[in-house]
């Protein structure tokens, strides 16, 4: 059966046309239920019961399927477990800020990157997710909520850029007038560091946020973190930032998760700062998350605040991310794991 979810409309027409016999507006009818977050053709009303039948006998349509919700008592913040047709399940995050909701989605179901200050990357990884998988994770928030999200981090579970062609394509479904139409600059796409596809995503030349995950000043710490550092070095990573940079004219989000006594050093800080200066950039400093089986803790708010100081001598601006979700483990990975055990 076909994935209709992860069709453009002008693929759908054509198939529609060329294969059913169907007139384009049938596509436009079909494509606006889509849109509109249903889940299965029976919801069609405004097409006959038979061409529903033939429809649902050629394709099918992803459906994230709800398996737990958590809702944080202190900002609102909703994690959610979802779970697809094949009993794999992932995590989404919906946060409000005072500009609309945003909704942290997934694009792996687990991950291959294996950071050691990750949840995620402890289960191993599993499969891809569809271009539609990926889009029903906001269709299913919003019907659940009741609301419109206004914006999308790809921070989910998985490494977005390692899922390049499904992510690229849900980037142009997602943004298009006739799906979701959620802008590109309401967009922000995280990535470990795969250099080969931050010179891709570059040709892209979307108007996106890259947001770079760093979290060290050397390759002697990263790689002690993040094992992708010993295939794409800091050096070779920067400068395919700084190429992408010059390329879209944004501005990338450095990420820098805090670890006490690993990373959050002054000199690691004025060694990152030598490093990022004259670049296009901000750094989000974040408190690392507890996770079990690390033995990582999150840096004091005094040594956060000494680290920002040293970055803005140096002409490099940061701030501290707003925690949300912290009563529900909001990072993504760690429902999925207890779940799984």
Partial sequence: MKDIGSLTLEELTAQFQNELGLPAFRAKQVYKWLADGAV?????????????????????????????????????????????????MIESVVMNYHHG???????????????TFCAT??????????????LAQIHRAQKDLGIRISNIVLMGMGEPLDNYDNVIRFLRLVSSEDNLNIG????????????????????ENLQLTLSVSLHAPNDEIRSRTMPVNKRYPIDTLLSACRSYVNTTKRRISFEYAMISGVNDSDECARELAQRLKGMLCHVNLIPVNPVKNTGYKKSAQERQQAFIRILGKYGITATVRRTLGADINASCGQLRGAHNK
């Fill in 101 to 115: 909701y945003t909704i942290c989605l997934s694009t792996q179901v687990g991950c291959k990157m294996g950071c």
């Fill in 121 to 134: 990357g402890q289960g191993g990884f599993v499969r891809n997710l569809t271009p539609s998988e990926m």
């Fill in 184 to 203: 590109m600059r309401h967009i922000s796409l995280s990535t470990c560091g795969l250099v080969d596809r931050i010179y891709d995503l570059e040709k």
């Fill in 40 to 88: 299965d053709f029976s919801e069609m009303t405004n097409i006959s019961k038979e061409l529903r039948n033939n429809l649902s006998n050629i394709y099918y349509i992803s459906v994230a399927n709800i398996e737990k919700k958590l809702i944080s008592v202190y900002d609102k913040t909703v994690k959610y477990l979802f779970s697809f047709s094949d009993g794999n």
